[in-house]
């Protein structure tokens, strides 16, 4: 079975990966972004059961002070919330074939809690970019600030707005 795991920070919460990728979007000349959020993603395949996903995401994923986190299986999801009405979803994941060395540390840490049913653990990045900007200044904030090309690929779409 695969499990998606999302650890984002709390709304109260300064989150400083966003914050700096919105100082480095504005050092772009971007204008129009109000706000950025990071959110961590873990794919984790095994035979696991909710019970063990929760335990992964509150025991090792996430800090129960500033983070909140949610994932979601074959009919079972618990989401984090994005309420994000005009913006960017953008994700960014390793090519095929590029080692995810968090990903393997991620396995191993997994085991130690006692889960020894993992078969892979693969992350990657989402960013949710808040504001009114067009694809093209999308498509530059990858490239430029992102995404490294040799070994990421990403994907993104528009959330809300018009």
Same mark, same amino acid.
């Given at each position: 079975?695969?499990?998606?795991?999302?650890?984002? +920070?709390? $709304?109260?919460?300064?989150?400083?990966? #966003?914050?700096?990728?919105?100082?480095?979007?504005?050092?772009?000349?971007?204008? *129009? @972004?109000?706000? @950025?959020? =990071?959110? &961590?993603?873990?794919?984790?395949?095994?035979?696991? #059961?909710?019970?063990?996903?929760?335990?992964?995401?509150?025991?090792?994923? &996430?800090?129960? !002070?500033? !983070?909140?986190? #949610? +994932?979601?299986?074959?009919?079972? %999801?618990?989401?984090?919330?994005?309420?994000? =009405?005009?913006?960017?979803?953008?994700?960014?994941?390793? $090519?095929? *074939?590029?080692?995810?060395?968090?990903?393997? &540390?991620? &396995?191993?840490?997994?085991?130690?809690? *006692?889960?020894? =049913?993992? /078969?892979?653990?693969?992350?990657?990045?989402?960013?949710?970019?808040?504001?009114?900007? %067009?694809?093209?200044? @999308?498509?530059?904030?990858?490239?430029?600030?992102?995404?490294?090309?040799?070994? !990421?690929? +990403?994907? +993104? !779409?528009?959330?809300?707005? /018009?």
């Amino acid at each position: 079975m695969v499990w998606v795991v999302e650890v984002g +920070y709390k $709304k109260d919460v300064t989150d400083p990966v #966003g914050f700096l990728t919105k100082k480095e979007i504005d050092d772009l000349g971007i204008h *129009g @972004v109000k706000e @950025v959020k =990071s959110i &961590s993603t873990y794919t984790i395949t095994g035979e696991l #059961g909710e019970e063990d996903v929760r335990k992964i995401g509150e025991e090792l994923l &996430s800090d129960n !002070q500033i !983070q909140v986190f #949610g +994932y979601r299986g074959v009919n079972v %999801s618990k989401g984090l919330e994005h309420d994000v =009405s005009d913006g960017w979803l953008v994700e960014v994941g390793f $090519k095929p *074939g590029v080692m995810d060395a968090v990903g393997q &540390s991620t &396995s191993k840490a997994i085991e130690i809690l *006692g889960i020894d =049913s993992v /078969d892979k653990v693969k992350t990657g990045n989402k960013f949710l970019i808040v504001g009114n900007i %067009s694809e093209d200044d @999308v498509r530059k904030i990858c490239k430029r600030l992102l995404v490294n090309n040799l070994i !990421q690929g +990403y994907r +993104y !779409q528009k959330i809300g707005g /018009d």
